[in-house]
């Protein structure tokens, strides 16, 4: 680990204070490790080795957030209300609202043994009949988070369903501003105010109230190891809520390329080209399969997939503002300064009624 890593590790964790509150909340153990993973962009991931136990340390980035953003005790509350039910989701251990410990809020749950499908495809799945399945397993267990009776889990008041998607629009423009404060000095970003005044004119009046994930994509499930492919655990739950589930399927959508084109948007050029292998459905595939499964119309995608990218482009700017400030050494905020510029227009063509060329 260099000098710099060091440092920032530092900032993410103070261990002795950790060991001792595990002592004291689990028991004592005979192995202790902790170890940054790297792969997270948002809220920041720790692997904890407590004795035999593998753990999950989650917590928010070190520095300024935007208000409601990172909110790892969210998180942990909507997994745990969850664990009684058919929704697939990590085992939960522990939250802890004191700060003093490591610097920030936090939880814990364990570890998953499984396999992500990130910039490369799992070469289990490299059959067109496992990438079918994989895009099965997409809509059945986005179907089960929204089939849930969130009020039976607890969850009545964990959001408030009405406005719910008038109030993304609000809070992602909220976003741009918060980091606008400091990345506007740096480079405009063109677009934007149209984007945004079209989506404000374009909210969807009604939609179904349902759990949302808020984050619902291929790289944050994890698959047991085996085949076919079967979804262990849907991750990252820090932009849950009860609202509108159609602002998950345009999630997914968007994350779901059909051209080269859009594979390079989110990373390297041909990052995600795997998805356009033979066997992985197409977007109107996807539509149309949750459609059968819920007995609900997606009408407006226009109107999701601009949101999706709108928020998309909202993160990376927030990502950016971090970089600007000294608070991430992730390789790849530096990249936000032209990622975002490209992910607004991309809202614009798709709100122009064009697709990515």
Do not use: C
């Given at each position: 680990m260099s000098d710099g890593d060091e440092a920032f590790f530092d900032r993410l964790v103070d261990e002795d204070r950790l060991r001792s509150h595990l002592e004291s909340a689990l028991g004592p153990a005979?192995?202790?490790?902790?170890?940054?993973?790297?792969?997270?962009?948002?809220?920041?991931?720790?692997?904890?080795?407590?004795?035999?136990?593998?753990?999950?340390?989650?917590?928010?980035?070190?520095?300024?957030?935007?208000?409601?953003?990172?909110?790892?005790?969210?998180?942990?509350?909507?997994?745990?209300?969850l664990q009684e039910t058919?929704?697939?989701?990590?085992?939960?251990?522990?939250?802890?609202?004191?700060?003093?410990?490591?610097?920030?809020?936090?939880?814990?749950?364990?570890?998953?043994?499984?396999?992500?499908?990130?910039?490369?495809?799992?070469t289990q799945f490299a059959e067109p009949r496992h990438r079918e399945t994989i895009g099965r397993e997409l809509i059945d267990t986005l179907t089960e988070i929204h089939n849930t009776d969130y009020e039976a889990a607890g969850l009545g008041e964990f959001g408030s369903p009405g406005g719910f998607t008038q109030r993304q629009v609000d809070r992602w423009e909220s976003q741009y501003e918060w980091a606008f404060e400091v990345t506007e000095t740096d480079r405009p970003v063109p677009h934007i105010d149209e984007v945004t005044s079209w989506l404000q004119s374009n909210v969807p009046e009604t939609y179904p109230h349902t759990l949302v994930h808020g984050d619902y994509k291929l790289d944050n499930v994890m698959f047991a190891t085996g085949t076919p492919p079967e979804i262990a655990a849907v991750l990252d739950w820090e932009l849950s809520t009860v609202g509108d589930p159609f602002t998950d399927l345009g999630w997914l959508l968007t994350f779901w390329p059909e051209t080269t084109a859009e594979t390079d948007i989110f990373g390297s050029p041909g990052g995600r080209e795997f998805q356009l292998a033979e066997g992985y459905h197409s977007r109107d595939e996807l539509v149309d399969y949750y459609e059968s499964w819920t007995g609900y119309t997606f009408r407006?995608?226009?109107?999701?997939?601009?949101?999706?990218?709108?928020?998309?482009?909202?993160?990376?700017?927030?990502?950016?503002?971090?970089?600007?400030?000294?608070?991430?050494?992730?390789?790849?905020?530096?990249?936000?300064?032209?990622?975002?510029?490209?992910?607004?227009?991309?809202?614009?063509?798709i709100v122009n009624g064009e697709e990515l060329a």
């Open positions: 005979d192995e202790f490790e902790v170890e940054r993973h790297l792969d997270g962009q948002s809220n920041e991931t720790l692997f904890v080795t407590w004795g035999n136990r593998d753990l999950v340390l989650r917590r928010p980035p070190p520095g300024e957030t935007a208000d409601t953003a990172h909110d790892v005790l969210r998180e942990y509350t909507v997994m745990e209300a058919s929704v697939r989701v990590p085992t939960t251990v522990l939250p802890v609202e004191d700060e003093d410990i490591i610097g920030s809020e936090f939880y814990l749950m364990e570890r998953e043994d499984g396999v992500v499908s990130r910039a490369e495809e799992p407006n995608e226009r109107f999701y997939r601009a949101l999706a990218i709108y928020k998309i482009g909202a993160l990376s700017e927030m990502f950016y503002r971090r970089y600007l400030e000294g608070n991430a050494d992730n390789e790849t905020y530096p990249r936000m300064e032209e990622r975002t510029v490209t992910l607004v227009d991309w809202a614009r063509r």
